[in-house]
């Protein structure tokens, strides 16, 4: 879907986007037998999208490791033994036969991610280089750079930037156990300044962390009830990496994973949900749930930033298995 139709399908559908959702509403679709959550999903994702499209982006680090904060679930940190080893900024020309190869695989978007904990000015004139070649290959952009001020997110902005993302991980809760060094509220200001700027939002979270249901619900809703509901939700299933504080948790129900797509979409009916890390681990038969559930989106690529992800032709595959294809620009 173009960015033109997808504001029009936006404001058609704004009347009936919600914004309020209680954290008890959440919960009881959380709760509502498997069958009914998914037949709601369906109902819902069916009003707003094809559901036979899926959205293809593609993501690539282009700034690797060696970040200070101490996100428990990153190989990126500096303070985890994971083997990732910190590099520098990728060269423009580099990037963008990246971007090239990517939009010649289907790819519509092309997301460029960097391990900081905020972009220094000289860094960000290099991303913004890298935005307008990525946009005048005739992709969309998105970028992932850490928290942004008002200043830099305007800067984006003018060199072209279509999304910008930042997650808020998990619930407000459970978030102390994951990252001590950003702030709940460091996060949704940085949402704040990106939104404030026109770009559009993409953010959503990370299921498998060793959080409850509870904590879910409240991820969910907090997305929920931002003032715009982001235009891209990512969900993502914990990627258990060795030397990460996460890398012994237990691996997370399939099921339950499903549910949190459905419910996501469901309270974000226009949103464009995403598949996002875990799919590697994933089944095809989840994978195939989760589109059922309302997923509409997924990275293609073997690699999502520094973990492994099915290879392109692999996602082809099961695309025509499903009958899906791509989402068009
Ligand atoms: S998730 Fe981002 S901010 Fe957190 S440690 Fe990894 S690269 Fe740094």
Not at 139 to 165: I, P
Not at 229 to 257: C, Q, W, Y
Not at 278 to 299: H, K, P, V, W, Y
């Amino acid at each position: 879907m173009s960015l033109t139709a997808e504001a029009n399908s936006r404001s058609q559908a704004a009347a009936e986007l919600r914004h309020d959702w209680t954290r008890a509403e959440v919960r009881a679709l959380f709760d509502l037998p498997f069958p009914g959550l998914m037949f709601r999903a369906q109902t819902v994702h069916r009003a707003h999208f094809d559901p036979a499209e899926v959205q293809i982006s593609t993501l690539l680090s282009i700034k690797t490791g060696g970040c200070p904060e101490d996100c428990a679930y990153c190989p990126q940190s500096a303070r985890y033994d994971t083997g990732v080893r910190a590099e520098k900024l990728m060269a423009l020309d580099a990037v963008l036969a990246e971007a090239r190869a990517a939009k010649a695989a289907g790819a519509s978007r092309f997301c460029m991610g960097a391990a900081w904990r905020e972009p220094k000015d000289r860094d960000l004139d290099a991303v913004c280089a890298m935005v307008e070649g990525v946009k005048a290959l005739g992709m969309e952009t998105c970028a992932t750079l850490g928290m942004l001020t008002v200043m830099q997110a305007q800067r984006l902005k003018d060199s072209g930037l279509d999304y910008y993302n930042h997650n808020l991980d998990t619930s407000p809760e459970f978030y102390r156990e994951i990252i001590t060094t950003r702030t709940y509220g460091d996060r949704l200001q940085t949402l704040e300044h990106v939104r404030d700027a026109g770009i559009h939002v993409c953010c959503g979270g990370i299921v498998g962390m060793g959080e409850t249901r509870d904590d879910r619900v409240g991820m969910i809703a907090a997305l929920a009830s931002l003032p715009e509901h982001p235009e891209s939700v990512p969900i993502n299933m914990l990627v258990r990496v060795a030397g990460t504080p996460l890398a012994d948790k237990t691996k997370f129900d399939p099921l339950e994973f499903v549910r949190t797509i459905a419910v996501a979409r469901i309270t974000m009916p226009c949103s464009v949900v995403r598949l996002s890390a875990g799919r590697e681990d994933m089944s095809e038969e989840t994978q195939a749930l989760c589109f059922l559930a309302g997923a509409n989106s997924i990275f293609y690529g073997p690699k999502l930033l520094t973990t492994p992800n099915p290879e392109s032709d692999r996602d082809r595959a099961l695309m025509t298995r499903l009958g899906m294809t791509p989402m068009e620009r």
